[in-house]
């Protein structure tokens, strides 16, 4: 049985940091790349960081690429997103998915490609 479970969410001011915690049991992360993602209401939810199997390779969408930062602890079995620089449009729910990508070749942040996923936790930029 796979467990993910997003952590950290909360109001921040504009300019503000946000760290997000990504605890995962049932799938390990040498097997797995873990993405972020993001849905605002009313939108399509959008991925804005993965990490590859190795903890080697990480990517960002442009908008978000200098401003959040993902990594993680396989010892804990855990991901993580640092956010700083925060902007009213990154509010939204943020949730942590996994895709089994054992080679650790690559990662991706397509949205459809990955078939597990956490319950989200809730971002609000707002002064």
């Known amino acids: 049985q796979w467990h993910i479970v997003e952590s950290g969410g909360g ?15 049932g799938l390990t992360l040498d097997t797995y790349a873990i993405g972020w993602f993001r849905q605002a209401p009313g939108k399509e939810r959008e991925g804005v960081s993965c990490i590859n199997s190795r903890g080697t390779i990480t990517h960002y969408p442009e908008h978000v690429k200098g401003r959040f930062t993902i990594s993680r602890d396989v ?9 700083n ?5 990154d509010a939204g729910d943020y949730y942590c998915a996994a895709l089994w990508w054992p ?5 991706s942040y397509v949205v459809h490609e990955y078939g597990y996923w956490g319950q989200g936790t809730p971002v609000t930029v707002s002064s």
Do not use: I, Q, W
Request: aromatic share 2%.
């Open 11 to 25: 109001l921040v001011h504009p300019g503000g940091s946000l760290r997000l915690s990504c605890e995962v049991s």
């Open 75 to 83: 010892h804990k079995n855990a991901v993580y997103l640092e956010m």
């Open 85 to 89: 620089g925060l902007k009213p449009e």
């Open 103 to 107: 080679s650790g070749s690559d990662c």
